[in-house]
């Protein structure tokens, strides 16, 4: 099984921003801690960030035209809250999508609490920090492995 792991806009300065929201783990730090998770669980990993709405369509639409990967975890990001085109470009592919976030987007601002994304997506975790991602990867292979 292979996961193309996507962060969208700010998530490159996680470590760095907010971190009593999104902690001390850089980015870096982050995708190295779910590589080397996945790994163990024989999950192989690919990982991408933008902060570019239009190149996250493109990876989306690379994935599926390539058929380069099983699924896919998206954290967008803000883009989360009001991106059509995401949304549009994950209905639009046959790959299952998670929606996944850091922080308890439903503990925070009233904005946060909507996804335009949730209805097309696979799942949604949040609010495990890095275990988000992880719980993902969980969750798509228990969903493999129990059709
Ligand atoms: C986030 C939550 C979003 O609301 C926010 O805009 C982010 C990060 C998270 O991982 O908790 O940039 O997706």
């Keep these: 099984m292979k996961v193309l792991i996507l962060n969208g806009v700010n998530l490159n300065l996680t470590g760095k921003r907010e971190r009593s929201v999104y902690g001390v783990k850089t980015l870096e730090e982050i995708n190295a801690e779910i590589a080397a998770y996945a790994k163990i669980r024989g999950v192989d990993t690919e990982f991408y960030q933008s902060n570019l709405e239009g190149e996250l369509v493109n990876k989306l639409h690379e994935a599926f035209l390539n058929k380069s990967c099983d699924a896919i975890l998206l ?64 969750g798509l292979k228990y969903r493999a492995e129990n059709k």
């Design 75 to 138: 954290n967008a990001g803000a883009f989360t809250h009001y991106s059509y085109a995401l949304r549009d470009a994950i209905a639009a592919i046959d790959i299952p999508v998670v929606e996944v976030h850091i922080s308890n987007v439903h503990a925070r601002e009233e904005f946060r609490k909507n996804s335009v994304l949730s209805e097309v997506c696979a799942g949604t975790v949040f609010g495990f920090g890095v275990g988000s991602y992880i719980a993902a990867i969980e």
